[in-house]
């Protein structure tokens, strides 16, 4: 048995971290693990989301197992055996996030989905990311929103959420707002003209 909550560099799982230690150290436990995604998505597209849910809930124990961990906390939701009045995939109605307000609508999505566009105005709020270096945008570039250049050498956390935050930060043509926790703009932001 694998006794580990974290990856060889002492961070937490990635999915993508996590599948090659489980290539590695548990090729029985990655191949069961693969066919399980693979079966849960092609029930999913069919619709039949109860029954997938109550595979998946099975199958959660069984990993933890695997890191000699169990389910404490969230058992309750493990153990439902299905979501009371749950959809079908036929009968889900797409909902977009968008607010409208007299004859303006406000859309509400990720950074990912607005790559390659323009808008008149964005609000960037900054979100948890991944732990090291920070854990939110204010905090891990604090120095470029200061008005330093990016240091190239900088590691890959750090790379990828300057990318982010570009994306984000250069849609739009006339406003841009960034949204910080106020304890997080006091200890990192504070003094920064125009903020």
Same mark, same amino acid.
């Not at 799982?13 to 599948?19: A, D, E, G, M, Q």
């Not at 029930?43 to 890191?67: C, H, Q, W």
């Given at each position: 048995? $694998?006794?580990?909550?974290?990856?060889?560099?002492?961070?937490?799982?990635?999915?993508?971290?996590?599948?090659?230690?489980?290539?590695?150290?548990?090729?029985?436990?990655?191949?069961?693990?693969?066919?399980?995604?693979?079966?849960?998505?092609?029930?999913?597209?069919?619709?039949?989301?109860?029954? $997938?849910?109550?595979?998946?809930?099975?199958?959660?124990?069984?990993?933890?197992?695997?890191?000699?961990?169990?389910?404490?906390?969230?058992?309750?939701?493990?153990?439902?055996?299905?979501?009371? &009045?749950?959809?079908?995939?036929?009968?889900?109605?797409?909902?977009?996030?968008?607010?409208?307000?007299?004859? $303006?609508?406000?859309?509400?999505?990720?950074?990912?989905?607005?790559?390659?566009?323009?808008?008149?105005?964005?609000?960037?709020?900054?979100?948890?990311?991944?732990?090291?270096?920070?854990?939110?945008?204010?905090?891990?570039?604090?120095?470029?929103?200061?008005?330093?250049?990016?240091?190239?050498?900088? &590691?890959?956390?750090?790379?990828?959420?300057?990318?982010?935050?570009?994306?984000?930060?250069?849609?739009?043509?006339?406003?841009?707002?960034?949204?910080?926790?106020? $304890?997080?703009?006091?200890?990192?932001?504070?003094?920064?003209?125009?903020?």
């Amino acid at each position: 048995m $694998t006794q580990c909550s974290n990856d060889s560099n002492g961070l937490h799982f990635s999915k993508r971290r996590l599948i090659n230690f489980l290539s590695l150290t548990n090729p029985e436990a990655y191949e069961k693990m693969k066919l399980s995604l693979f079966q849960w998505s092609f029930a999913i597209v069919k619709g039949d989301m109860n029954d $997938t849910l109550v595979s998946m809930r099975d199958y959660i124990p069984e990993l933890l197992t695997l890191f000699d961990k169990r389910v404490t906390n969230s058992s309750v939701f493990i153990s439902t055996p299905h979501i009371p &009045g749950a959809t079908t995939a036929s009968s889900v109605v797409e909902k977009p996030n968008i607010y409208s307000l007299e004859e $303006t609508d406000v859309h509400i999505t990720t950074i990912h989905s607005v790559k390659g566009q323009t808008h008149t105005g964005t609000l960037y709020l900054e979100s948890f990311y991944r732990k090291g270096n920070g854990n939110y945008e204010s905090e891990r570039l604090a120095t470029q929103l200061k008005g330093a250049p990016f240091n190239p050498s900088s &590691g890959e956390i750090l790379k990828q959420t300057t990318k982010m935050m570009y994306v984000g930060l250069s849609r739009p043509t006339h406003l841009l707002c960034i949204g910080v926790h106020r $304890t997080r703009f006091t200890s990192h932001l504070s003094g920064v003209e125009g903020m």
